[in-house]
C-alpha cells in the first residue's frame, strides 16, 4: 500500500477527532480563545538520514521536521516530546550526537522538551511531536479565488543537494555548501509562521514537495491554482545542478521536498503588511486543479514530490 492509502485506512475507523479535523499539517483542539496545535512526525533512519548526514544534525531535523508543521498552522511552538527507536548496534557516540543535535535545535527554536522516551528498534527511530498555540488557525481548506500564492523563502536546494550527493557531483565548495545547507540543516519558518496566523487564508509547509503541497492547498479549499514557472525562488547553485543534469530546472524545484519553507495563501491587498520577504508565485481561481504556466503555456502539474511505500519510494 502507498503511503496515501495507508491514511485512507486509517481515517475510515479514526472517527472520533479535534475540533479541527484530520488533514492539515496538524491537528488542534479549542481551548477558550486560542487553538492548542499538536501534530507528530517520524524521521526513519532508512528513509530520513543519508549516509553523509551527521547525528547531531538527525537531531536538529527531527526537531525542524515537527516544529515547522506547527508553524504551518501558525502557532507559535511550545513544546517538543519524541521517542527514541535505537538499533542494538548504535554506538555511544551516535547517540550522543543526536542529544547534542536535539538539544541545539531547542536552543535555537527557544522550545522546551516535554516529555521522552526510547526503546530497541530494528531501526533508528525518533518520533516526534510539536505542540504549540495560536488565536487563529491556517488549514489547507482556507485558499479563496482571487488569493495570491506565495512562498516563503527557495525552492530545490534539498533535492539538488542529495543529487550533488548521491551522484557525487563536481560542483565546487561555494555551491556544494549552499546546497548542503538545506540539504543537511533545515530550519523552521517559526516567526513567518505567526506573522501569517494574522493574515493568510492557507497554508502548508514544504515537506514532501512544492507540487505535492500545491495539489493538496487545491484539492482540500476546491479551488483552481495557477503558479508562474518564471517566478518560482530558484538559487543559481540549484540552477548549475540542473545544468549538469539535464533537468527542467522548474521541476526540479517543484519536486525537491524538506524544504520546510511555507507555501500560502493570501489576499493580495494584505501583501504589503508582511514583515518577512516572500515570493509570489501564482493566483488561486474558481475550479479545479493545479497548473503551471511557462511563457503564456498551461501544464496540468502533478503532485511531483515524496510518498513512502511507492515501488521506488523516492522522488516521482
Known sequence: MRESEVISTFLRYLKRQGDLPLGDDAGAIK??????VATNDMLVGKTDVPGIMTPRQVGFKAVTMNLSDVAAMGARPIGFLFSLGITSDLDSDYIEGIAKGIGEALDFYKVPVLSADTNEADDLVIDGMAIGTTKRLLPRSGAKPGDLVCVTGDLGRALAGYLVWRDDLEVGGRVKDALYERFLEPK??????????????????VSDGLAKELNILS??????ICVDAWKLPVRE????????????????????GEEFEILFTLPEDLLEGLTFDCTVIGRVFEGNGVYLMDRGRAEKLPPLGWEHMVPRGSWY
Open 31 to 36: 481551548l477558550r480563545d486560542r487553538w492548542l
Open 237 to 256: 547553485e540549484v540552477i548549475r545542478v540542473s545544468e549538469i543534469l539535464g533537468l527542467d530546472v522548474h521541476k526540479l524545484a517543484l519536486a525537491s
Open 219 to 224: 484539492e482540500r479549499s476546491g479551488v483552481k
Open 188 to 205: 523552521a519558518r517559526v516567526e513567518e509562521g505567526v506573522v501569517l496566523s494574522a493574515v493568510a487564508s492557507s497554508a502548508i509547509d
